[in-house]
C-alpha cells in the first residue's frame, strides 16, 4: 500500500500543534493541545495518542503513513532525544522520538523546533527556492534555524543555531530558563516582552499609560501590541527598544552567513510594523557597508503552526532523498 501521508508534530513551551499532511504538503487535518499542562512526557505522550491516533486511522490507519515526524526545544536529530529544553517542564533527556515510535507503531523522527520550521519555510513557504536563509522565529522563546548551501547547520552534536541564547547584552537580563545574563530570547521573545514592559511602567511610575489597566499576570506581548496601535507612548517604547535589540542581534547573524533573507514568524511578529521598522533600521545601522541593504526581512507566509507542522512532517519524506 503506498504510503501517502505523514505526521508532523511541533512541540512548543506552552501548546503542541499537530497534523495530517500529504506528499504535497497539504495538511488535511490538525489540532493542538497544551504542552505546559503535563507534568512529565509520558502523560504529554498519552494524551497526544488519544487526539492523534483517531487522526491517523480516520485517513487510512498505519499503513497508509510513512511515519511521524517532531519538532522540539532542544532536540536533537542525530538521537531523538530532547535535551534540557528550558522552555520545557520536563528536565533532563527525554528519549521523545523512541517513546512515540512505540506508543504509534510509526518510525518518528525528531529535531529541533526552530530548523523543523525552517525545513518548512524552504520547502513550502517564502525561503522555497532560497539556498541561504535564517529562520527565527518569535515566540514564547526565541528559536532560529540556518541554512547555508541548501542544508540546515546541525553541527557535530544536533544543536547549532542556538541563535537566541547568543548573548546580546553584556551582564543584561537572566534568562530564567538557562541562567544566563543578556541573551537575545529574554529580550526579543513574547515572554521579553512581558518583561521589558514591567521593567519600563516600573521606572517611570509616573507615566500614564493604557498598561496600568491590566494585573500583573495580564501583561502579555499580544496586551502590549493592543495599547501601542492605539498610540500608547509606553507601548510603542517597548516595541522600539525590542526592535533595536533584536536588530542589533540580526546584524551580527548577517555578517556570520550572509544570508538572502531572514525569516520572521511566531507569535510577534503578529505586531507587524511595530516590530519589523525598528529591527530593520538597527540591523542595518549595525552592518558594515559590504553587507547594507542586502539581505531581506521576511515574515513568513505561512500560516502560524502550519510551517512547524509541515517542516516537522518534512523530516519523513526527507528519508527518501
Same mark, same amino acid.
Not at 33 to 43: F, L
Not at 53 to 62: E, F, V, Y
Not at 259 to 288: C, H, R, W
Given at each position: 500500500m503506498a504510503k501517502d501521508y505523514a505526521v508532523g508534530i511541533d512541540i512548543g513551551g506552552t501548546n503542541t500543534k499537530f497534523g495530517i499532511v500529504d506528499r504535497k504538503g497539504n495538511i488535511l487535518e490538525q489540532g493542538r493541545?497544551? #504542552?505546559?499542562?503535563?507534568?512529565?512526557?509520558?502523560?504529554? *505522550?498519552?494524551? &497526544?495518542?488519544? &487526539?492523534?491516533?483517531?487522526?491517523?486511522? /480516520?485517513?487510512?490507519?498505519?499503513? =497508509?503513513?510513512?511515519?511521524?515526524?517532531?519538532?522540539?526545544?532542544?532536540?536533537? *536529530?542525530? $538521537?531523538?532525544? *530532547?535535551?534540557?529544553a528550558p522552555n520545557l517542564k520536563w528536565k533532563g533527556i527525554i528519549p521523545m522520538a523512541e517513546m512515540v515510535e512505540k506508543k504509534f507503531g510509526l518510525p518518528t523522527r525528531l #529535531?529541533?523546533?526552530?530548523?523543523?520550521?525552517?525545513?518548512?519555510?524552504?520547502?513550502?513557504? =517564502?525561503?522555497?527556492?532560497?539556498?541561504?536563509?535564517? #529562520?527565527? $522565529?518569535?515566540?514564547t522563546g526565541v528559536g532560529s534555524g540556518i541554512v547555508i548551501d541548501g542544508k540546515i547547520v546541525?553541527?557535530?552534536?544536533?544543536?547549532?543555531?542556538?541563535?537566541?541564547?547568543?548573548?546580546i547584552r553584556h551582564g543584561g537580563r537572566l534568562h530564567k530558563g538557562t541562567g544566563a545574563y !543578556?541573551?537575545?530570547?529574554?529580550?526579543?521573545?513574547? $515572554?521579553? =516582552?512581558?518583561?521589558?514592559?514591567i521593567e519600563f511602567l516600573t521606572a517611570e511610575p509616573d507615566a500614564p499609560s493604557l498598561l496600568r489597566s491590566y494585573t500583573i499576570d495580564e501583561l502579555t506581548s499580544e496586551t502590549v501590541y493592543n495599547c501601542a #496601535?492605539? !498610540?500608547?507612548?509606553?507601548?510603542?517604547k517597548i516595541f522600539e527598544f525590542t526592535g533595536e535589540i533584536l536588530g542589533e542581534a540580526l546584524a551580527n547573524f548577517v555578517m556570520f552567513s550572509?544570508?538572502?533573507?531572514? =525569516?520572521?514568524?511566531?507569535?510577534?511578529? /503578529?505586531?507587524?510594523?511595530?516590530?519589523?521598522?525598528?529591527?530593520?533600521?538597527?540591523?542595518?545601522?549595525? &552592518? *558594515?557597508?559590504?553587507f547594507k541593504n542586502k539581505v531581506k526581512v521576511l515574515f513568513s507566509d505561512l500560516k502560524e503552526a502550519d510551517a512547524a507542522i509541515l517542516g516537522a512532517s518534512a523530516l519523513v519524506w526527507e528519508t527518501e532523498h
Open positions: 493541545m497544551r #504542552t505546559d499542562a503535563h507534568e512529565n512526557a509520558e502523560e504529554f *505522550i498519552d494524551e &497526544l495518542y488519544e &487526539l492523534l491516533r483517531p487522526m491517523i486511522d /480516520k485517513h487510512g490507519g498505519n499503513e =497508509v503513513f510513512k511515519g511521524i515526524g517532531m519538532g522540539a526545544p532542544n532536540g536533537n *536529530i542525530y $538521537t531523538g532525544t *530532547i535535551e534540557y #529535531t529541533n523546533d526552530a530548523n523543523a520550521a525552517a525545513m518548512g519555510e524552504m520547502m513550502y513557504g =517564502v525561503a522555497k527556492g532560497m539556498k541561504h536563509f535564517i #529562520t527565527i $522565529t518569535l515566540g546541525v553541527g557535530h552534536d544536533g544543536f547549532a543555531g542556538e541563535l537566541g541564547h547568543v548573548i !543578556g541573551s537575545l530570547e529574554a529580550y526579543a521573545s513574547a $515572554t521579553g =516582552v512581558r518583561e521589558t514592559a #496601535t492605539q !498610540g500608547d507612548a509606553i507601548a510603542n550572509s544570508p538572502e533573507a531572514i =525569516v520572521l514568524f511566531g507569535g510577534l511578529t /503578529k505586531s507587524g510594523d511595530l516590530i519589523l521598522k525598528p529591527t530593520v533600521q538597527a540591523m542595518e545601522a549595525n &552592518l *558594515i557597508q559590504v
